[in-house]
């Protein structure tokens, strides 16, 4: 399953009023920046690039009403 934006457990309570549970779920993007292989707890420095697009992600969503 694909989404573009999960709110307050969006996708487990979709699958919760089917019967279903959830066990994973893998962040694989943030805006436009594609998270590839990074590992779970792991981490990356982002190039100026790749914060600007976290900046733009973050600041469009939160000026959307």
């Known amino acids: 399953i694909t989404i573009f934006e999960g709110r307050n457990r969006e996708i487990r ?6 019967n279903l ?22 981490y990356k420095y982002l190039s ?3 914060k600007n697009k976290v900046f733009f992600y973050i600041f469009r969503h939160l000026l959307s009403p």
Not at 13 to 18: A, G, H
Not at 21 to 42: F, H, T, V
Request: proline share 0%; hydrophobic share 35%.
């Open 13 to 18: 309570k979709m699958f919760e009023s089917l």
């Open 21 to 42: 549970k959830i066990y994973a779920l893998k962040r694989l993007s943030i805006g436009s920046l594609d998270l590839g292989g990074l590992e779970e707890g792991k």
């Open 48 to 50: 100026e690039k790749e």
